[in-house]
């Protein structure tokens, strides 16, 4: 079992820079491909990052590629997601997930855990 907390939402103006983290319990951690994902109101979940546990190979979605960089610490058991030149549009709940087995890395049934979101508002 994983459990996922994310933290580092909040309000920034457009252009403006951003750094989400999620910190997982466990001992399992460096075993998990780790993804963020993010939802609108009204839209469905998109992925945004995930990054490999042992290659730290890194993918990422097309809306946000080149204006985002996800990491991993596996000594501290955490990831982040850094953001820059943010947009009105990137307001969303993000959403950490944790992967184990195999599967795209872009869907969510890759992810077998999920944490409860944190918002990110972009004003115009």
């Known amino acids: 079992q994983v459990q996922l907390v994310e933290s580092g939402g909040g309000l920034v103006q457009a252009g403006g820079s951003l750094r989400l983290s999620c910190a997982a319990s466990?001992?399992?951690?460096?075993?998990?491909?780790m993804g963020w994902f993010r939802q609108a109101p009204g839209k469905e979940r998109e992925f945004m990052a995930a990054?490999?546990?042992?290659?730290?190979?890194?993918y990422y979605g097309d809306s946000v590629k080149g204006r985002c960089t996800i990491a991993r610490d596996n000594a501290k058991n955490t990831v982040y997601l850094e953001m820059n030149g943010l947009k009105p549009e990137d307001t969303a709940l993000y959403y950490c997930?944790?992967?184990?087995?195999?599967?795209?890395?872009?869907?969510?049934?890759?992810?077998?855990?999920w944490g409860q979101g944190t918002q990110v508002t972009v004003s115009s």
């Open positions: 997930a944790a992967g184990g087995g195999a599967g795209s890395v872009y869907t969510s049934r890759r992810y077998n855990y």
């Open positions: 466990g001992r399992t951690f460096r075993s998990y491909v």
């Open positions: 990054i490999m546990p042992t290659t730290y190979n890194t």
